[in-house]
C-alpha cells in the first residue's frame, strides 16, 4: 500500500516539475524576445536620432538581459577579429551563441537571420524600415509562443476520486 502511495506522489510531483520546466522554457523565451525587441528599437533610435551608423549603434546598446548585450558583442568581436562582412557577423553570432545560450529554435533564429542579411548595406531609411519590420515579426513570434505556451501548459484543477480537489500549477496538457 505505501509502495502505491509513494508512486503515486513520485509521478504527480515528476509531471508537475515538467510541467514547472516546459512554463520557465516558453517564458525565458518570450522574455529574451521581448528584450532582443527592445534592444532593436534602441537599435533604430541609436541611428535615427545619433546618427550612427548600425555597427557603432551595436556597440553601444545596454539593456537589462546579458545574453542580448553579449551577442552584441560576439557580434563585434566576429567583425573586428575575424574580418568577415557585418552579416557574416551576425550569423555567426545567431548560430553560435544565440542557439546555445537562449535555446531558439528555428522560427525565432529565421526571423533574426533575415534581419541580418541587409544589416550595413542599405542606407539609412531602408535599415530603419528592416528594423521595424523585424520588431513586427518578433512581436508575431513572441504572440504564437504565448498561445503555444497558454495551450500546452495551463493551471487547472484535476478531479481525483471522490469530492476533492488537487490543484496543480502548471500541468502539461499537450505534447509535440
Not at 4 to 14: F, M, P, Q, W
Amino acid at each position: 500500500m505505501y509502495l502505491k502511495v509513494i508512486g503515486v506522489l513520485i509521478v504527480v510531483t515528476a509531471c508537475s516539475l515538467m510541467g514547472f520546466a516546459l512554463a520557465n522554457e516558453y517564458i525565458a523565451k518570450i522574455n529574451n524576445l521581448d528584450a532582443f525587441k527592445k534592444s532593436l528599437r534602441i537599435l533604430k533610435g541609436k541611428i535615427k536620432y545619433d546618427n550612427l551608423s548600425v555597427f557603432e549603434a551595436m556597440e553601444l546598446i545596454k539593456i537589462n538581459n546579458n545574453v542580448i548585450e553579449n551577442f552584441y558583442h560576439k557580434v563585434s568581436e566576429v567583425y573586428f577579429m575575424e574580418e568577415k562582412t557585418l552579416f557574416e557577423s551576425w550569423k555567426m553570432a545567431v548560430n553560435k551563441y544565440l542557439k546555445k545560450e537562449i535555446k531558439f529554435d528555428k522560427q525565432e533564429t529565421d526571423v533574426i537571420l533575415t534581419f541580418g542579411t541587409n544589416l550595413g548595406v542599405t542606407d539609412r531609411e531602408t535599415q530603419l524600415s528592416n528594423i521595424d519590420e523585424c520588431i513586427n515579426d518578433i512581436q508575431e513570434v513572441i504572440l504564437q509562443l504565448k498561445e503555444e505556451k497558454n495551450n500546452k501548459v495551463s493551471p487547472h484543477k484535476e478531479k481525483v476520486e471522490g469530492a476533492s480537489y488537487i490543484e496543480t500549477e502548471y500541468t502539461v496538457l499537450k505534447m509535440r
